[in-house]
Antibody, heavy 125, light 111 residues
Framework: QVQLQESGPGLVKPSETLSLTCAVS?????????WGWVRQPPGKGLEWIAS???????YYNPSLKSRVTISVDTSKNQFALRLSSVTAADTAVYHC??????????????????WGQGTMVIVSS | QSALTQPASVSGSPGQSITISCTGT?????????VSWYQQHPGKAPKLKIY???IRPSGVSNRFSGSKSGNTASLTISGLQAEDEAYYYC???????????FGGGTKLTVL
């Protein structure tokens, strides 16, 4: 059974960097699929942040790209998110998820088929 | 403002069928068959119900079905049950600078 589990601090100060990790169990992160992050501010909808392939190929939401880094650690079977210069607007539940993709020369990103339970991150001093 | 447009709310009685629409453009919904639908209960993670417009993942009830016409995708839930009350989100691949876009979400109320 494939499971994803997010971890990281629940409280981050404004202007600092938010760092989250997603541990994958029951499936090797090198066996295919993209791996992504999606967030949901309180009472609002879902927002895609970024996705990464085992090779390190990455895709970012342009609205966040200047502040976001997604990375993969195949030795630990996990991937990570860093979001710099956070503000209160970055307060949200952050989910990691496995993502389908269809790759030729470039990749078309598809559905998120397995999700972590999510972790709430509050940005406050 | 979300890139994909969904109705804010829909409702139906137990046993009835409802349809939730997801309207985009030729750069996303209309141009690719990479539309997916998620169900989210309060405080829970989203669950994939439909991917690639109309494919149900293993274990998803056949009461859930998806379709697409032009720039609009649709999720139909037949034989409504109380447990179907939740938020539903669509998403699509896009050929724009943002390769993944979500709809704003639709609250389904089972009367």
């Amino acid at each position: 059974q494939v499971q994803l589990q997010e971890s990281g601090p629940g409280l981050v100060k404004p202007s600092e960097t938010l760092s989250l990790t997603c541990a994958v169990s029951g499936y090797s992160i090198t066996s295919g699929y993209f791996w992504g992050w999606v967030r949901q501010p309180p009472g609002k909808g879902l927002e895609w942040i970024a996705s990464i392939y085992q090779s390190g190929s990455t895709y970012y939401n342009p609205s966040l790209k200047s502040r976001v880094t997604i990375s993969v650690d195949t030795s630990k079977n996990q991937f990570a998110l860093r979001l710099s210069s956070v503000t209160a607007a970055d307060t949200a539940v952050y989910h990691c998820a496995r993502q389908l993709a269809y790759c030729g020369g470039d990749c078309s990103l598809g559905a998120f088929d397995i999700w972590g339970q999510g972790t709430m991150v509050i940005v406050s001093s | 403002q979300s890139a994909l447009t969904q109705p804010a709310s829909v409702s139906g009685s137990p046993g009835q069928s409802i349809t939730i629409s997801c309207t985009g453009t030729s750069s996303d919904v209309g141009g690719y068959n990479f539309v997916s639908w998620y169900q989210q209960h309060p405080g829970k993670a989203p669950k994939l119900k439909i991917y690639d417009v109309s494919i149900r993942p293993s274990g998803v009830s056949n009461r859930f079905s998806g379709s697409k016409s032009g720039n609009t995708a649709s999720l139909t839930i037949s034989g409504l049950q109380a447990e179907d009350e939740a938020y539903y989100y669509c998403t699509s691949y896009t050929s724009t600078s943002t390769p993944v876009v979500f709809g704003g979400g639709t609250k389904l109320t089972v009367l």
